[in-house]
T-cell receptor, first 112, second 115 residues
């Protein structure tokens, strides 16, 4: 079962920042937060991950609260191509059975 | 070059048939996966192989048999296909499932339709 809670859908105007929230109140100390997205008819695509510090890469920024119980993925300037389902996932490590479990995600619609 | 490639992209077949889906990755990764995405878009892990060894088997019916001839390939064979097997099947790979940080690279999916 997924350990995260996300809103089912969000809208964002093109060119504006898209802020996608995620709750993971039961996250444990060795679990990372990952974000993936799935554009229609494609396989999921890795976006970013973090443990406790904020992270930024060429695709997005990840803000993790100090208590690590929630996080926000930020797409700074959303484009129409960012319309997709965004998945927030927590995963531990060190075991053969650690795996990425996808929840229902947030469907982000970017409009012109 | 496509990092994770799977064939065929579309597969339409009759109930009761046996079919295979092939997957290859050219990333030099040790771990490969099969995920199933049903009509409600839930994406569920089915199997994971690490260096040709089965690591994860998520209580998938034994009609599904993954085979990994080498660490760059993970094929999925399905016997006696049923209507409920209709879904999109995604292959994925990662450096090593036991790594602290694991990024999965997914193929473009195989849409299986059982009639």
């Amino acid at each position: 079962d997924a350990k995260t809670t996300q809103p089912p859908s969000m809208d964002c105007a093109e060119g504006r920042a898209a802020n996608l929230p995620c709750n993971h109140s039961t996250i444990s100390g060795n679990e990372y937060v990952y974000w993936y997205r799935q554009i229609h008819s494609q396989g999921p695509q890795y976006i970013i991950h973090g443990l406790k510090n904020n992270e930024t890469n060429e695709m997005a920024s990840l803000i993790i609260t100090e208590d690590r119980k929630s996080s926000t993925l930020i797409l700074p300037h959303a484009t129409l191509r960012d319309t997709a389902v965004y998945y927030c996932i927590v995963r531990g490590w060190g075991s053969d059975t650690d795996k990425l479990i996808f929840g229902t995600g947030t469907r982000l619609q970017v409009f012109p | 070059d496509t990092a994770v490639s799977q064939t065929p992209k579309y597969l339409v077949t009759q109930m009761g048939n046996d079919k295979s889906i092939k997957c290859e990755q050219n990333l030099g990764h040790d771990t490969m996966y099969w995920y199933k995405q049903d009509s409600k878009k839930f994406l569920k892990i089915m199997f994971s192989y690490n260096n040709k060894e089965l690591i994860i088997n998520e209580t998938v019916p034994n009609r599904f048999s993954p085979k990994s001839p080498d660490k760059a390939h993970l094929n999925l064979h399905i016997n006696s296909l049923e209507l409920g097997d209709s879904a999109v099947y995604f292959c994925a790979s990662s450096q090593d499932i036991r790594a602290r940080v694991e990024k999965l690279f997914f193929g473009s999916g195989t849409q299986l339709s059982v009639l």
